[in-house]
């Protein structure tokens, strides 16, 4: 289930470069072939572990006081764009290529990340 949702989301567009899942405390990370200026492996992971769920939380405490939740973050690091969106087990995060925009492409990611009831 996971492989084939980081499937999906590759096939998005060519200008995603990384996609990880993170399952209650399981992290599932792949990388394109080929990317540029990519961060380690491990700085990866500790980001998925660490830094995105910290980064869901606090907005998430924000948007339930009077701005009606949290639907995604989006974080313009030098190399890239980070696409994070959390799920109902943990939350999907996607890397886009810095030239693109990850915007452009939100209306699918949802689609391919949240559940219909």
């Known amino acids: 289930m996971t492989d084939a949702l980081i499937a999906n989301l590759f096939d998005i567009a060519p200008s995603v470069r990384y996609v990880a ?5 399981e992290v599932t ?17 500790y980001e998925e572990l660490l830094v995105n ?11 339930q006081i009077d701005c009606g ?11 890239f764009h980070q696409l994070v ?11 886009f290529d810095r ?11 949802l689609g391919i990340t949240t559940p219909t009831p």
């Open 21 to 25: 899942v993170r399952r209650g405390s």
């Open 29 to 45: 990370m792949h990388q394109r072939a080929g990317v540029t200026n990519a961060s380690a492996s491990d700085s990866d992971r």
């Open 53 to 63: 769920p910290t980064l869901i939380t606090l907005a998430r405490e924000r948007g």
């Open 69 to 79: 939740g949290l639907r995604f973050l989006l974080v313009g690091y030098g190399n």
């Open 85 to 95: 969106v959390p799920t109902n087990d943990g939350h999907v995060s996607i890397a």
């Open 99 to 109: 030239d693109s925009n990850p915007l452009l492409h939100l209306a699918a990611v």
